[in-house]
């Protein structure tokens, strides 16, 4: 996996398809946040190699596979790794003067095959979906990094037009959670200004959460999970009941009191419940939140929530979705009170869950055949609080 095709085919497919990788974020004559590509202002890419002075395997964790017949789980600990390498952890993406828009470290090992590709990127330009295929793109043009006129077997859709066609031809239906936040706002001692895009852009860069805690539990528990709180349902739907249920009990203990409301927040892929083109690829996630009494989540079974969840996310369309852009765009003050509402609190109990299975990265190839073993970092919300 050659530095010089990884960077080269980064270049490339920036250039031709995804400039708004190297934009920055910026606010317009009437108060938008906004992302601009300037060729005189451009957030250029990082891209560097590390060398480590150990083998890779030293930082391998196998777990072995519920059934027998199968091979057992390895993945890379990160948290290890950050610890015993000898690496800092590699600088992440931001919209600062003194850092890039995308990071990218190939990172060599030791007496080991193996060469591991470290990425980030905001957030606030892809959803999960969308990252996956400028990976996807990207790997095509490390592979024909030679080749001068390298074509997409399915290139992106880039056109914000067709997104706004869209939206223009759905009247707006507002979710119940942004009446909530109204209600709150409206309520709250120092309401933020209207026009609140211009100092979320002047404050400092959040720091990312260095350490998370990851679970790994066996695809038969979960399996088991889902036929004990409700076999009709999903398993992610069976663990968002067993997690609300969970954190509602934990803020009572902690609080001393019962929230009166109890929020679950599910991502959905825009693409599919709208006109908007499935290969659109930019941030097309909108937010599915169930809003529940409390009372009803402590006094139902875990069957009982899963199902309360599933018909709230049901409920939500690209009519909601019209909603929230127009909120983005013209109240953003609104869903940024409302992140102060919408937290763990005397007031909420709040779980937020995302599926990272719509992220097909086993498909990754720059060159070298797909990866054997994936391991994510963590998230940075910067550049979504800032937009």
């Known amino acids: 996996?050659?530095?010089?095709?990884?960077?080269?085919?980064?270049?490339?497919?920036?250039?031709?398809?995804?400039?708004?990788?190297?934009?920055?974020?910026?606010?317009?004559?009437?108060?938008?946040?906004?992302?601009?590509?300037?060729?005189?202002?451009?957030?250029?890419?990082?891209?560097?190699?590390?060398?480590?002075?150990?083998?890779?395997?030293?930082?391998?964790?196998?777990?072995?596979?519920?059934?027998?017949?199968?091979?057992?789980?390895?993945?890379?600990?990160?948290?290890?790794?950050?610890?015993?390498?000898?690496?800092?952890?590699?600088?992440?993406?931001?919209?600062?003067?003194?850092?890039?828009?995308?990071?990218?470290?190939?990172?060599?090992?030791?007496?080991?095959?193996?060469?591991a590709l470290y990425i980030s990127l905001s957030h606030v330009l892809f959803d999960g979906l969308g990252a996956t295929a400028f990976f996807n793109h990207w790997a095509a043009y490390a592979r024909h990094a030679d080749d001068a006129a390298v074509v997409l077997a399915a290139p992106p859709v880039n056109d914000r037009g067709a997104v706004r066609a869209y939206f223009a031809s759905v009247a707006a239906v507002e979710p119940p959670h942004i009446t909530h936040f109204r209600e709150c706002a409206a309520a709250l001692p120092m309401a933020s200004p209207a026009n609140i895009a211009p100092i979320l852009m002047a404050t400092p860069d959040i720091p990312p959460v260095?350490?998370?805690?990851?679970?790994?539990?066996?695809?038969?528990?979960?399996?088991?999970?889902?036929?004990?709180?409700?076999?009709?349902?999903?398993?992610?739907?069976?663990?968002?009941?067993?997690?609300?249920?969970?954190?509602?009990?934990?803020?009572?203990?902690?609080?001393?009191?019962?929230?009166?409301?109890?929020?679950?927040?599910?991502p959905y892929d825009c693409r599919q419940r709208t006109g908007i083109p499935a290969a659109f690829s930019g941030n097309l996630s909108f937010l599915a939140i169930a809003l529940l009494d409390s009372q009803a989540v402590l006094a139902g079974s875990y069957g009982d929530v899963a199902r309360a969840i599933a018909e709230h996310s049901a409920l939500t369309t690209g009519a909601h979705a019209k909603a929230t852009v127009d909120v983005i765009e013209k109240e953003l003050h609104v869903l940024y009170q409302g992140g102060a509402v919408m937290c763990n609190s005397p007031a909420t109990s709040y779980v937020g869950l995302t599926n990272l299975r719509y992220m097909p990265l086993h498909s990754l190839d720059f060159g070298a055949g797909g990866p054997e073993i994936l391991s994510c970092d963590h998230y940075i919300r910067e550049g979504m609080l800032r937009l």
Do not use: W
Not at 210 to 235: K, Y
Not at 237 to 259: D, R, S, Y
């Open 1 to 115: 996996m050659a530095l010089d095709r990884i960077a080269r085919g980064f270049c490339r497919v920036v250039a031709e398809h995804y400039p708004i990788v190297v934009g920055r974020p910026t606010v317009t004559a009437d108060g938008r946040a906004v992302m601009a590509v300037d060729p005189a202002d451009l957030c250029l890419p990082d891209i560097a190699e590390l060398a480590v002075d150990r083998p890779a395997e030293d930082f391998f964790e196998t777990r072995s596979h519920p059934d027998e017949a199968r091979p057992a789980v390895r993945f890379f600990n990160l948290p290890r790794f950050y610890r015993t390498s000898g690496i800092r952890r590699p600088p992440q993406a931001s919209y600062n003067r003194d850092h890039a828009a995308a990071v990218v470290r190939v990172i060599r090992f030791r007496d080991s095959a193996y060469v």
């Open 210 to 266: 260095e350490e998370q805690h990851l679970l790994h539990i066996a695809p038969a528990r979960l399996e088991q999970l889902r036929q004990d709180v409700d076999a009709s349902q999903t398993t992610f739907l069976a663990l968002a009941a067993l997690l609300t249920k969970t954190m509602l009990q934990a803020n009572i203990a902690a609080m001393g009191a019962v929230p009166r409301r109890s929020y679950v927040m599910l």
